[in-house]
């Protein structure tokens, strides 16, 4: 199955490079233009199916030139009415980190808009333009980890959020990979004594942004959630580490992802100077890096012929002064409340997983791979521990659920633990166990699929959720949960049990799933022997 088969009508299809924009929502029809002022000019959207829509707002400047590693300034003025109907650049990223390496069924919701350096850029959906209104605002945060994705997925469109919940949706393009995480900072130049996390910084631009202008939106810039999955759980993290976020928003949303410890300032140096190194040009040569053409810079980036860089948030003593959720908590932002969890088989979202059946020896062997260090008898141990939580899951099941527990749901975990023991704003823990019918069910709860059930989507998700109609009850269910949440930090609502928050002793958790139900600490005593084995207990 490749990608193309899961285009449909609507698409155009186009070279890499090219515009390529999908309306899924083509069956409603467009009631006319719409234009708000900010504070940089006028501006001019589309008001269709009952929602203002605004694409491409620029945010900052252009990043190109001499702004290429620097801190995100603000976007030069303008005069006249600027359209903002169509998706703005991405940044610039390797297409193979994510096209041909997700599924076909997640690749398809990339519109593939052009990237480039001026993706300073953000989207904005909502009911009504009426500043007296003060509606909740939910800014997400792209996933693709560090390195790739941009806003303008089709799965990350804020249509429904805005239409059937009456709140204002934001998604934002920031810059990625060595565009917006290379350490220029360690080098000693004092042109580059701010080149350091920047990517967050655009982000923090951006929220900015939404302070000053969401008012006009019929926004509350006084009740702004943060939320995003994958990286974008992880720039959620990290945010609550920085004293510039601070104040920015009230609540947060962790999806499927974490930042438990930024990159050390040395690593950091040393992986710049690799970076450097693929370019010839030495720490003393910074400044002609705002020269070099931009398919030279992204070229760089590319790993797959020697050792990895890792682009990330850099504790920096800086603008990220210490590990976000390491040794605890952050201060910073102990009273923002947190929603956060993950999906069943994460891990199925990757390549070269094993998705037919396994019999015992090679479940056996996969286990003690996963582990490294352990004996037989704990890769006995924890098998034993994760089938009697499971009595009805195959092999095959098991080790999917295990090698997502190891990974995503480890971190986690820690991060709610951690957060509750501050004590100082409720946690909310949830675990989604929904199967996807698509692919024959083999994909089973994959890293991803969640997200058009929080946003609302499904139907212009069918690619990931397939059609059947247990699919708008979870939808409406968990939507509504993360609307409750960004409007009051509670996210109970009538179509759920009472959700109370998650602690360290009781460590209540909502199940996502066709029937929804609070549990305490569903499958804790075999997560928490994993983690002792992994030796992150």
């Known amino acids: 199955m490749d990608r193309r ?31 708000v002022t900010t ?67 997640v690749e398809v919701m990339d519109r593939d808009e052009m990237m480039g350096e001026d993706c300073l850029v953000l989207n904005v959906w909502t009911p009504t333009l009426d500043r007296g209104r003060k509606l909740p605002v939910m800014v997400w945060l792209h996933g693709g980890g560090f390195t790739s994705g941009s806003g303008g997925f089709i799965c990350y469109d804020g249509i429904e959020l805005a239409r059937k919940h009456d709140v204002v949706a934001v998604t934002v393009n920031h810059r990625l990979s060595a565009f917006g995480y290379l350490y220029l900072a360690g080098f000693g130049s004092d042109r580059y004594t701010a080149a350091s996390n920047v990517g967050n910084l655009d982000i923090i631009a951006a929220l900015e942004w939404v302070r000053d202008n969401i008012a006009a939106f019929g926004g509350s810039p006084e009740n702004v959630t943060i939320f995003g999955q994958s990286g974008g759980g992880g720039k959620v993290s990290s945010l609550m580490a920085m004293p510039a976020a601070h104040g920015l928003f009230r609540r947060a949303i962790v999806q499927s992802g974490a930042d438990v410890k930024g990159i050390s300032h040395d690593a950091a140096s040393q992986a710049a100077e690799r970076y450097l190194a693929r370019l010839n040009l030495k720490p003393t040569q910074l400044d002609q890096l705002q020269q070099l053409p931009l398919e030279q810079l992204l070229k760089a980036t590319d790993s797959s012929g020697g050792p990895p860089i890792n682009f990330g948030p850099v504790v920096d003593g800086r603008s990220l002064p210490n590990d976000p959720f390491d040794p605890t908590a952050p201060g910073l932002s102990g ?74 749901r480890a971190n986690v975990l820690l991060e709610a633990e951690r957060k509750a023991e501050q004590t100082q704003a409720a946690v909310y823990q949830y675990y989604f166990t929904w199967r996807s019918p698509v692919r024959d069910g083999k994909l089973r709860t994959f890293h991803t699929l969640e ?49 109370v928050p998650y602690d360290n002793t009781r460590r209540a958790t909502m199940i996502f799933n066709d029937e929804c139900v609070l549990l305490n600490d569903p499958y804790g005593s075999e997560q928490r022997l994993l983690r002792s084995l992994l030796g992150r207990a």
């Open 5 to 35: 088969s899961f285009i449909g009508a609507g698409t155009v299809a186009a070279g890499t490079l090219a515009t390529r924009i999908t309306n899924v929502f083509a069956d409603e029809p467009a009631a006319g233009p719409a234009t």
């Open 335 to 408: 009273n923002v409340p947190l929603l956060i969890g993950t999906v069943e088989t994460e891990v199925t979202f990757f390549p070269n997983q094993q998705l037919e059946p396994m019999d015992d020896a090679t479940f056996h062997a996969k286990v003690k791979q996963l582990l490294r260090t352990a004996s037989d008898a704990d890769v006995d141990r924890v098998i034993g521990a994760y089938r009697a939580g499971r009595r009805d899951r195959a092999n095959t099941d098991l080790y999917l659920i295990m090698a997502s527990d190891a990974t995503f």
């Open 39 to 105: 504070t940089a000019g006028k501006i001019r959207g589309v008001h269709e199916a009952g929602v203002y829509t605004f694409r491409g707002v620029p945010y900052g400047a252009t990043t190109a030139g001499a702004g290429r590693f620097q801190p995100p300034a603000k976007p030069k003025p303008w005069s006249t009415v600027r359209e903002t109907t169509a998706l703005g650049q991405r940044s610039p990223q390797l297409l193979t980190a994510f096209h041909g390496v997700v599924p076909p069924e």
């Open 451 to 499: 997200i058009p059930f929080v946003f609302d989507n499904v139907d212009a998700c069918k690619s990931m959720t397939g059609s059947g109609a247990d699919r708008a009850a979870l939808a409406q269910r968990m939507s509504s949960a993360w609307v409750a949440f960004a409007r009051t930090g509670n996210p109970n609502h009538g179509g759920l049990p009472n959700w």
